[in-house]
């Protein structure tokens, strides 16, 4: 079957740095995705990572390791507003004319002053 | 541009009724999703479309409808509503290029009761 995990709950403080791990069991991969939702909100794209490596886009990056089915989002200098719902998402091999995504669970991200 | 828009925003059902969730999108995307999202939890496929008449069952198809007769729209049809239905609907849309990438529309709250 396909799978992500991901954990439930994270808190840090303000200008801390904080990790969000995920991972995966798909059939076939494409890539990992990155989504940030705030409470009541839509989910907005945060990022993307189809090889092995960083990408790195201002406070956020997103790392990969395809070997491991693992992957991870940074979240540097921690702001108040950081506080949301962050999930990550596949591209499985099933997806290449639909464009289809896996969502995990979603990992709620706690910002203390 | 207004992106991916959604009406209603929120909707009250009484059991056994129905409705359509209207969803547009002003980008010229081919692909096109719906997807619920339960308190908590990561958010589940309904239907998707990859283009104008083509449609297709996601993760949970069961109890609803999608029609695509342009590019911009995709509505969702609710038959016989059911307790079970009530979530968060979001409607999303990406190019067959960047698919990794979904744009979110802000979502219909519908409570069955």
């Known amino acids: 079957g396909q799978s992500l995990e991901q954990p439930s709950e994270v808190t840090a403080v303000e200008g801390a740095i904080v990790q969000i791990n995920c991972t995966y069991q798909?059939?076939?991969?494409?890539?990992l995705s990155w989504y940030q939702q705030h409470d009541g909100g839509a989910p907005t794209f945060l990022s993307y990572n189809a090889l092995d490596g960083l990408e790195e886009t201002g406070r956020f990056s997103s790392f990969l390791s395809r070997s491991d089915s693992y992957g991870y989002l940074l979240l540097q200098e921690l702001q108040m507003k950081d506080s949301a719902s962050y999930f990550c998402a596949v591209r499985d091999a099933g997806s290449s004319n639909t464009g289809k995504l896996i969502f995990g669970q979603g990992t709620t991200l706690q910002v203390k002053p | 541009n207004a992106g991916v828009t959604q009406t209603p925003k929120f909707r009250i059902l009484k059991i056994g009724q129905s409705m359509t969730l209207q969803c547009a999108q002003d980008?010229?995307?081919?692909?096109m999703y719906w997807y619920r999202q339960d308190p908590g939890m990561g958010l589940k496929l309904i239907y998707y479309s990859v283009g104008a008449g083509i449609t297709d069952k996601g993760e949970v198809p069961n109890g609803y409808n999608v029609s695509r007769s342009t590019t911009e729209d995709f509505p969702l049809r609710l038959e016989l509503a059911a307790p079970s239905q009530t979530s968060v609907y979001f409607c999303a849309s990406t190019s067959g290029r960047m698919a990794y990438e979904q744009y979110f529309g802000p979502g219909t709250r519908l409570t069955v009761t």
């Open positions: 798909t059939s076939g991969f494409y890539g």
């Open positions: 980008m010229n995307h081919n692909y």
